[in-house]
């Protein structure tokens, strides 16, 4: 009997890993390290009994948009949800992308906007960073006026690397191109600033935005875009009917009534970042490079994937992109609780005296 084969354009992709592993501290996949209000989940699971479970969710979850762009100031028109934000970029894919068109993106980036791409039968072009990890914007703009994408990538703050790019330079990009231009906003509660104002109605920029961190609900998977509504109308053109469960819809709603409990989070966090990259920056084997997210990336003088062995041996399990290209012997850090922000800091000592030793 002949083995089914899959499509010969996804022969050689790998598919998208993070290992999980059973140790005490859990650093590597950029979760929030709380749970939700206690006055949430109460109130979720409350309004959860009156739920007709026995029937279809709103397709369009109107009320949920409507609450989200009560939230930021938008049309619920510009608004569209989905399981995660990975969803978003994958049906944005499926929308605009496909064979015979293009997407960029800037290396090193969030890897499922190259590996969606491909799935989706898209091709993929690469523009390389600076060495510090940032957009050279007249670089950048060659790039899209020669290649044309049907969609731009920008991962800001960047994932694995923290950087938060300027608004100058999400505009210029938008100038430069003709497709559309999506802004990757999934630790956007983590800088300094947004392009979420710049959306319009007439316009081609897409944020995408996630419920997985700030709001400590990354189990319930719901993520959602802001763009022009013609885009979001495509979306809903394309996305599975009944896609997004009634219950992620209703906790997403009820999220917004505890905005102040995931604003205190988001400061606890931010603090904790910057005692952390203070804290590794004494460190001398290490490069800390800087962060608008929640999470630090650094780069080891030594064998980084050795170094990702010993924090496993002591408990502590961080991202390991030591292999990755552009980022030889990096480690991406999670911005924990203190307490595990001290056992990571104290497993890290450890390992260096030992490889020193």
Avoid at 95 to 102: L, S
Avoid at 245 to 263: F, N, R
Avoid at 294 to 320: C, K, M, P, Q
Wanted: glycine share 6%.
């Amino acid at each position: 009997m002949n083995t089914p084969q899959r499509r010969d354009d996804l022969v050689d992709l790998a598919g998208y890993h993070s290992p999980q592993l059973d140790v005490a501290v859990r650093l590597n996949t950029n979760e929030s390290p709380y749970p939700p209000p206690p006055e949430f989940v109460d109130a979720w699971l409350e309004a959860l009994r009156s739920l007709p479970l026995h029937r279809y969710p709103d397709r369009a979850a109107l009320r949920l948009r409507r609450a989200l762009g009560a939230f930021f100031d938008q049309p619920a028109e510009r608004i569209f949800c989905a399981n995660g934000s990975n969803e978003v970029l994958q049906t944005l894919l499926l929308t605009y992308g496909g064979p015979g068109r293009r997407v960029v993106v800037f290396e090193p980036s969030y890897a499922l906007h190259s590996h969606i791409a491909r799935i989706t039968g898209t091709e993929v072009v690469e523009g390389d960073r600076r060495d510090d990890f940032t957009i050279a914007p007249e670089r950048a703009c060659a790039l899209v006026r020669e290649v044309r994408p049907a969609i731009t990538f920008v991962c800001s703050p960047n994932n694995p690397t923290g950087t938060v790019e300027p608004l100058g330079t999400v505009e210029a990009l938008l100038e430069a191109g003709e497709g559309l231009l999506v802004l990757d906003e999934a630790y956007g509660e983590f800088a300094p600033e947004s392009a979420l104002t710049r959306v319009a109605d007439d316009g081609r920029l897409v944020v995408v935005r996630t419920y997985s961190k700030v709001w400590s609900m990354a189990a319930l998977r719901l993520g959602f875009c802001v763009a022009a509504p013609s885009v979001v109308e495509d979306l809903e053109q394309v996305v599975l009917p009944y896609a997004l469960a009634a219950p992620t819809q209703l906790a997403g709603e009820l999220a917004l009534d505890h905005v102040e409990a995931m604003g205190e989070r988001v400061s606890r966090l931010i603090a904790e970042r910057e005692r952390l990259i203070a804290a590794l920056g004494e460190l001398p084997e290490l490069t800390v490079f800087p962060s608008g997210a929640n999470f630090v990336l650094v780069r080891t003088a030594g064998d980084g994937h050795a170094l990702w062995e010993r924090l496993v041996s002591r408990g502590v399990l961080v991202r390991d992109f030591s292999r990755r290209p552009r980022l030889a012997d990096c480690l991406r850090i999670t911005v924990g609780t203190p307490d595990e922000n001290e056992a990571c800091l104290a497993a890290l000592r450890e390992a260096l005296e030992e490889v020193a030793a």
